[in-house]
């Protein structure tokens, strides 16, 4: 009994023994609180090993929305995520789901900036849609790569198209992915590497233009 009476009469600790579990804050509210401080996070880049071996790289974009994605081994999650940070300090990050955006989504925005007479959207749209939407109209806009696009300048040249059709066509695609640039899709516009030298040119004939003596050889050797 005088035991029992000491047990009753021991004060309770403080804390419970076993403390039951709880949830950390929500990531919405995790962010809400950094940006109520005007910090940035402190684990914004971050590593999850899954039961199947695979391992989950996850990051904080630019708005604060946490984005994930998977890779079969540590090494290159870790690589991935070294070069989103270095992306981030040079400004040149790009949202992986923006660069999935096609091409085609792209061109149609630049289509409605546009303000010109209805003859030249009309070619715009006919370059858009005979040459430059069956290529590339698919594609991620992030996937294509100047190679692509030498690629394609050839192939429309192997099938006949006029040199200066060719060059309509490039001037046409140059500023739609220009446009992918501005909404932040790609971090470069892939034409950037091209030069004139690089496009075909027209069938016209290059004028010669003669030294004073070679007129005059040229004249003296044609018949009276």
Request: aromatic share 6%.
């Amino acid at each position: 009994m005088a035991a029992s009476a000491a047990g009753r009469d021991r004060p309770s600790p403080a804390y419970p023994l076993a403390l039951p579990a709880r949830e950390l804050p929500t990531e919405p509210t995790a962010r809400g609180l950094a940006a109520r401080r005007g910090d940035t996070l402190t684990n914004r880049y971050s590593l999850r090993e899954r039961e199947s071996g695979r391992v989950q790289a996850r990051w904080y974009d630019d708005a604060g929305n946490r984005r994930s994605k998977m890779f079969p081994n540590r090494t290159e999650a870790k690589r991935f995520l070294d070069g989103i940070e270095a992306d981030k300090h040079r400004g040149d990050y790009i949202d992986p789901r923006d660069a999935r955006r096609k091409l085609n989504d792209i061109a149609a925005d630049w289509l409605a900036t546009k303000v010109k007479r209805a003859r030249t959207l009309d070619g715009y749209e006919s370059l858009l849609r005979n040459h430059i939407r069956p290529y590339f109209g698919a594609r991620p806009v992030g996937a294509i790569t100047t190679i692509d696009i030498r690629k394609w300048l050839a192939d429309m040249q192997r099938k006949g198209c006029a040199p200066g059709t060719v060059r309509n066509a490039y001037r046409v695609l140059k500023p739609v992915l220009d446009a992918a640039v501005e909404l932040r899709c790609i971090s470069a516009n892939p034409c950037g590497p091209l030069r004139r030298d690089d496009l075909p040119r027209s069938g016209r004939q290059e004028m010669l233009f003669l030294r004073a003596e070679e007129a005059t050889a040229l004249a003296d050797a044609m018949p009276a």
